[in-house]
């Protein structure tokens, strides 16, 4: 099994078991009148701590709230995909 650098640093620091598996999810982020739809690597694993998402991850979830955050969209979308929300009315 091939994995990126970072998950292996956090196998060593942790100490995950051979019990581990990764799978790719969306995680929504929303700012204002956007929603940023993520996609990020959950990590499983036989600790309690499960599942957990890479330190990449998480700077990227922070890079684009930053960026929703102060209404650059460009970047923001270079990262994930960028929704605008409409309010329904009746």
């Known amino acids: 099994m091939v994995m990126s650098g970072t998950l292996e640093r956090i ?17 929504l982020v929303q700012e204002g009148k ?4 993520v996609e ?3 990590v499983d694993s ?3 701590w499960s599942p957990c998402i890479s ?5 990227k ?5 930053h960026a929703l955050r102060r209404g650059d969209v460009k970047t923001a979308s270079s990262l994930a995909r960028v929704f605008t ?3 329904v009315t009746e």
């Not at 942790?14 to 995680?27: D, I, P």
């Not at 956007?34 to 739809?37: G, I, K, L, T």
Request: no cysteine; charged share 35%; hydrophobic share 40%.
């Open 85 to 87: 929300l409409t309010p």
């Open 11 to 27: 196998k060593e620091l942790v100490g995950f078991g051979e019990a581990m598996s990764t799978r790719r999810q969306s995680k």
């Open 61 to 65: 979830l922070d890079d684009v709230r």
């Open 40 to 42: 990020v690597e959950l």
């Open 55 to 59: 330190l990449d991850d998480a700077y």
């Open 46 to 48: 036989d600790v309690s």
């Open 34 to 37: 956007y929603v940023a739809e």
